[in-house]
């Protein structure tokens, strides 16, 4: 009776943790998108605004990490 016990009680209380909260889906963002987002003073105010953004600041840093990559060196 006490292993049951412990498995509900672990099932609860990892199903009540921020840690396994579902991230709601974004698709690709575009480019006016990405402009409008990088305005000073947006500030996301929606479950759906806040993961939008945060997939945009990613998308943004991989492209500027892929750009550096691409650009020829002056010697």
Do not use: H
Not at 28 to 50: C, D, H, N, W
Not at 60 to 74: G, L
Request: with cysteine; proline share 9%.
């Amino acid at each position: 009776m006490k292993p049951i016990l412990i498995i509900i009680l672990l099932i609860i209380s990892t199903s009540s943790c921020s840690v396994f909260e579902k991230r709601p889906y974004v698709p690709p963002i575009g480019a006016e998108k990405l402009f409008s987002l990088q305005q000073p003073g947006y500030k996301p105010k929606t479950k759906y605004q806040k993961a939008e953004y945060r997939a945009a600041m990613k998308q943004i840093k991989r492209d500027n990490n892929q750009a550096k990559k691409q650009t020829i060196p002056n010697y």
